[in-house]
């Protein structure tokens, strides 16, 4: 088993992972350097099979030919760094290979294909309330996020999510209210995530912040992808307003990171 950077990933192993599996933008966001994370192979000039741990969010892709031994092995290296969450559609064979007793289970959404020549979103802007306004994310910003930590540890910096993301706030007056993320572009396509401050929820904020961050992202020439937990009822709101066309649901396992000492 060897553990490369993404400089030395080949054609040959990048073409083991299925583009169609859940959430497979992040494994081309590991496989490329757009986002921190793990791969590991068994030879990546001719690999028989290929893991790439996505250390943000933790999710695992496989791709090849693998036997459980291999797979639990890959899991319990990983969890050495993070927790490790494997997705699949219903019926996938994978899970024959995955350890038996996972720590949680649960089901996602992911939605795309959202037809940008018919956005609809100006209507959600023009709900802002008086004394409201939008505002591109800058550094100044992005320092009193709520999400600062999450975003420096899935980008690897704040300059680097800077540099290559997109991203809004809510405010009112300097107070910031709701907050979107676009990731660094990945074959176009950029994905999404939002919070809005507890005080301020129920609001229809992260449904404004989001259209606007959208608006943004098609105008610059991207599409934008979205994932959440079904249990997270108002992320899934927000996505199915926002107007995507394809929405499929998947599984999946999770096992937290193991404990040091």
């Known amino acids: 088993m060897i553990r490369i950077g993404f400089s030395e990933v080949t054609p040959q192993l990048a073409a083991l992972f299925d583009l169609r599996a859940p959430a497979s933008l992040r494994c081309r966001s590991v496989l490329t350097g757009a986002e921190p994370g793990a791969i590991l192979t068994d030879d990546p000039n001719r690999p028989g099979w290929g893991a790439v741990w996505e250390s943000g969010e933790g999710m ?3 791709g090849g030919t693998l036997d459980r031994a291999t797979v639990h092995t890959v899991i319990a290296i990983l969890r050495q760094e993070g927790e490790v969450l494997v997705g699949f559609w219903e019926g996938d064979q994978v899970v024959s290979l995955l350890p038996p007793s996972p720590e949680w289970v649960g089901s996602s959404l992911e939605f795309y294909d959202r037809p940008a020549e ?3 979103l ?15 994310l800058d550094a100044a910003l992005l320092e ?5 930590k999450d975003t420096v540890r899935r980008h690897g910096s704040a300059e680097a999510f800077l540099e290559h ?3 809004a706030c809510l405010m009112r007056g300097d107070e910031i209210l709701s907050e979107a993320y676009a990731g660094k572009a990945i074959i176009g396509v950029r994905e999404l995530g939002a919070i809005t401050v507890e005080p301020y929820r129920g609001r229809g904020y992260a449904t404004m912040t989001c259209a606007y961050l959208i608006l943004a992202c098609e105008q610059a020439g991207y599409s934008t992808y979205w994932n959440c937990a079904m249990t997270n009822v ?7 307003k926002m107007g995507y066309r394809t929405e499929r649901e998947f599984r999946w396992w999770g096992w937290s990171q193991m404990a040091h000492g």
């Open 234 to 240: 108002p992320s899934v709101a927000v996505a199915r």
């Open 144 to 148: 009193r996020c709520l999400w600062y």
């Open 122 to 136: 100006e209507a959600y802007l023009r709900e802002l309330p008086v004394g409201h306004t939008l505002r591109e």
């Open 118 to 120: 018919k956005n609809g």
């Open 165 to 167: 993301g997109m991203g």
């Open 60 to 62: 695992l892709f496989l």
